[in-house]
Every structure is written in C-alpha cells, then in structure tokens.
C-alpha cells in the first residue's frame, strides 16, 4: 500500500499501522472520515469508514466490522433533502444506510472507481425524500431471498449531474418520460410580492389565504400562497411547510402542482404556483350536485397516477378530497396541497391524525398507525363522493362518524338530493366494486397493496388508456369555462368575495428567523447541512 496520504484521509488512516495491516497490500487508501451508519430501527450509529480504490470498509472506532468490494456495488440511492444515501450491494451483500455531510466526495469516489473496474457508470438516484429507510435491503431479507432489492424504481441520473450539476461524459441510457410538461419551474428567479398585481383571493387555508395574482414583468397569471410565519411556528408546521416547499419543487409529475417561484418575507412564506382557470374539483361537485363515471374515471386516473408517483418516494399524500384537485383549462388535473403530507420510514406507521375527517381510514381514526395504504381509502372515499355527491360515511357527529368509518356498514344509494329533488342515480356494478375494495377496513387486504397496476387493472378502468391520460392525448369529458372578463369564476364566491389584504403578524416572529433559513436552500444544497 502506498504512503502518500489523500486530502480526502481526514483521519489519518494512511499512517496507521494497525488500519493498514487490515488493508491489503494493494490498496489504497483515498477517504477516511467519521460516519453515521443507520441500523435496522433507524437509529443513528457513529462508525469509521474508509474507502480505498476497491473496497468500502465500515469500523467501530478502528475495529473493522465489514468490507465491501466496490465491485459488487449495484448502485447508490441519495436523498435531495438529508445527508443520508444508501450503498445497494449484489446477492450476496446487504445495504448500508449513512449520513454523511461529505457525501457528495463519498459518492465522486465510490463512482470513479466502480467505473474503473466495471467499466461503467454507477447507478445513482436522487429522491426528494428525508429519510430513505424504505430503499434499503436487510441483512435477513437478503438471507431469506438472496435476489431482493428495494433499489428505487425510477430513473438514475448521471455521476457528472449529481456531482457538478451537468450530464457526465459517460452515457447512462435513462427512460424518457412520457409526461408533457406544460410549465417550466423558474423557483431559482428572485422574486417578491411587489413583483405581482394583486386580483383576487380564490382560496384559504389554515395559515393563510391563497391569491390570484398577475407577474408584472410578464403579465402571466400565478396562483400564490401565502403562509404567515407566526401561524406556522405556533402550530408547529415549519416541517410540513418545507417538505411541502420540497414536493412542490421536483416537478416530476403532471398531475401533482409544482412551484413556479417561492420566496419570503420578514413576515410570511410564498408559494407561486401556476394558475389553475378551471377551479377546484369541489366547486364543481359543489354545482352539480355529482359527476358522470366517464369525468369520474378520467379525473381518478390522473389522481391515481400523482398518488402512485409519491408512494414510490415512500410518501404518503394524507389529504385527498375535492378541495385539493384543481383543474386546468383543458380539463386535466393537479393534486395541490401537501402540508399533511409525510415520508414513512421502511415499516413504520404514523399514529397522528391528518387530512379530513371524512376521508380518514380506520387505521388512522383508531390511531394504531397507518401508512400509504390510508392514501388508497382516501382514494375510494373520493370516487364515491364524486358519484353520488356525499361520502359514504358522513355524520353530523363526528364521534359517530368516526365509529361509521371504524365499522359501518357501506351502501350505495340509488338516489341523489339535488336542490331539493330527489333524482335516480346510474352507477355501474365495476364502479360499486372498486370502491368496495378500496374501502376494506384492514389495510392489508385493501385494493392499492401492490401498486398502481392494481388499480389499473381494476374493471373500472378497464377501457381507460393510461398511456393516452399520461401524455394528454385523451380528451377531456369536461372543458371548463374560460372568462377572461372573470378569472375567477370557476372559484367558490365563499372565497372570491374576501378582501385581499394580508393580516397582520405577531411582531415576535422577528427573534424567530433563523428557524425559515431551511427555505431558502435549494433541494440539492440541503445535502449537505
């Protein structure tokens, strides 16, 4: 082994006499630092790691506990929002989950010297999740099945991309997606609310209110969200708001809402989200009392489609119902609204309460933890909303309609109440089915165990292209309205008719800033906090 010492040895591993003895003689050593190792319960475990220009070599203090060849590597998975990444191995091999604020060097390392001896460029996945428990294969799991993988079932990028921010030299072939993007995220461009024209608010949330707003410098129109700073602090969602910050930001998705630009102020956070003409779905089934099977399937498609895209980051949506569904002006949708939104960690369940209570699962109402499966009971609530005009388990009580959730029995009426009439109702055997099955009370048996392919292949969907909904070749059943007189007149007037001034926040938010520095990072420099 050669004496020189790399700048990466940050422990001096190259000029210890007991590190090198357990280091073959070929080896060199070229990054030595302190790590943490996340265990099996996901509690963090300080070790030493080493890297040499063949092998990855995990201590406790300088004990060595494993050594992996770099050659059986099959790929790395890193995380756009924490320091962790995992390192996948071959059959033979468990994975290793750390964190490490000098990942990026581990990874430029690790990713230089696999190319040298495979030949080809290491496989590397950015998720915008905190946390990646989910993606990691257990010591067990790979004695028990020794071809397991929870490697991320998406699309790598490049050594150069994640390193320098641009494509390496060395060509990874890599899926092209199928969506049509329809807007190009700008979050990096300097911004402020003197920079908008004020229209008129068309919504309100729990820390704030959401305005239709005009760029000037343009004369596009933006939807923003406006977050007051001391409401946030005081009900604890400073969390909520960043990973919501995070989601919005990926813009992987076109059915989920991306951001435009963001920025605050002493007083507030901003989201600048394209502006949505046709409303929210709840305005609409507001209108017309419910929705045809056709509009239902083609709008639950794409709601499938956004959820299926956030179970595979290990996130669970939690806040599925029609005021969150906006719709654009060729009739397609976007899910918004991910405050309640929340990364789940390998198998553990959350036991808080979130979202709306009509949409709660039993899981979540009796609190013994839940998890993405909650998500899939939403989804079966909001077909049934959207077919007959009511959810199925709605009371007045809330206590007994926790109980109807928890063990009622479901039913499908045969009419409607609209304005006082009593109408007939038409939905088909395929539609009552799914909702059945998505509205099994035991999570494990509930339609969306498997994916977005289960739900797919559901009868219900069965002449529905997806591939066509995908790339928005599938006309809309419903085109809404366009006003160019009236903007907003595809938005409930209960919000339209609110004064657009923002009130005023505690001055005690102004010791408290230092907490809203997180928003100001990008995804990818929070790797390295």
């Not at 994975?95 to 230089?112: C, G, H, L, M």
Request: net charge negative.
């Amino acid at each position: 082994m050669e004496d020189s010492q790399s700048e990466y040895d940050f422990l001096n591993f190259s000029n210890d006499h007991y590190i090198k003895t357990n280091i073959t003689r070929d080896e060199v050593i070229e990054f030595s630092d302190k790590i943490y190792k996340i265990n099996k319960y996901g509690f963090k475990q300080e070790r030493n790691i080493i890297i040499t220009n063949q092998g990855i070599y995990n201590l406790r203090k300088t004990q060595l506990k494993r050594r992996i060849d770099i050659k059986s590597i099959k790929g790395i998975t890193l995380s756009k929002i924490s320091d962790e990444f995992v390192i996948h191995c071959n059959d033979e091999e468990y994975d290793y989950q750390y964190r490490s604020a000098k990942k990026k060097t581990i990874v430029e390392i690790i990713a230089k010297h696999y190319y040298n001896i495979i030949g080809e460029e290491l496989k590397l996945f950015n998720l915008n999740v905190s946390s990646l428990s989910t993606f990691v294969t257990s010591k067990k799991e790979k004695m028990k099945e020794k071809n397991s993988s929870r490697m991320p079932r998406t699309d790598c990028i490049s050594v150069g991309e994640y390193i320098y921010g641009t494509k390496s030299k060395i060509d990874i072939k890599k899926k092209q997606s199928n969506v049509k993007k329809t807007h190009k995220i700008i979050s990096n461009t300097k911004v402020e609310m003197n920079d908008f024209e004020v229209i008129k608010t068309i919504g309100r949330g729990s820390v704030g209110k959401v305005l239709l707003v005009k760029y000037k410098s343009t004369g596009d129109l933006y939807s923003i969200k406006s977050m007051r700073k001391d409401q946030i602090l005081s009900e604890s969602l400073i969390d909520n708001i960043l990973d919501e910050k995070n989601i919005l930001s990926e813009g992987q998705c076109e059915f989920l809402l991306d951001l435009a630009f963001f920025f605050q102020s002493p007083e507030r956070i901003y989201f600048v989200t394209p502006f949505m003409k046709g409303g929210d779905l709840y305005h609409k089934l507001k209108l017309e009392g419910y929705l045809t099977e056709d509009l239902v399937k083609f709008y639950t498609a794409q709601i499938a489609i956004a959820l299926d895209h956030l179970h595979q980051y290990g996130i669970a949506y939690r806040d599925l119902k029609p005021e969150n569904i906006l719709i654009d002006e060729d009739g397609y949708i976007k899910l918004c609204d991910f405050g309640a939104s929340i990364h789940f960690q390998g198998t553990k369940k959350e036991t808080t309460f979130a979202g709306s209570p009509e949409y709660a699962s039993p899981e979540m109402v009796t609190h013994e933890g839940h998890n993405i499966m909650s998500d899939w009971w939403s989804f079966g609530i909001l077909i049934y909303e959207l077919l007959y005009g009511i959810t199925p388990f709605f009371n007045k009580d809330k206590n007994r309609m926790y109980e109807l959730i928890e063990t009622g029995e479901l039913k499908f009426p045969k009419t409607i109440m609209i304005e006082d009439t009593i109408k007939p109702l038409k939905v088909s055997e395929q539609a009552k089915s799914i909702i059945t099955k998505l509205l099994e009370k035991n999570p494990g048996s509930r339609l969306g165990k498997s994916g977005l392919g289960e739900i797919k292949s559901h009868p219900f969907f069965g002449n529905l292209n997806f591939d066509m909904i995908i790339n928005k070749k599938l006309k809309s059943p419903f085109k809404p309205n366009i006003s160019e007189d009236d903007l907003t007149c595809n938005f409930d007037e209960e919000y339209t008719s609110m004064n657009t001034e923002e009130s005023p926040v505690a001055d005690w938010i102004n010791d408290y800033q230092e907490w809203f520095n997180e928003f100001e990072k990008d995804i990818d420099e929070q790797d390295n906090d």
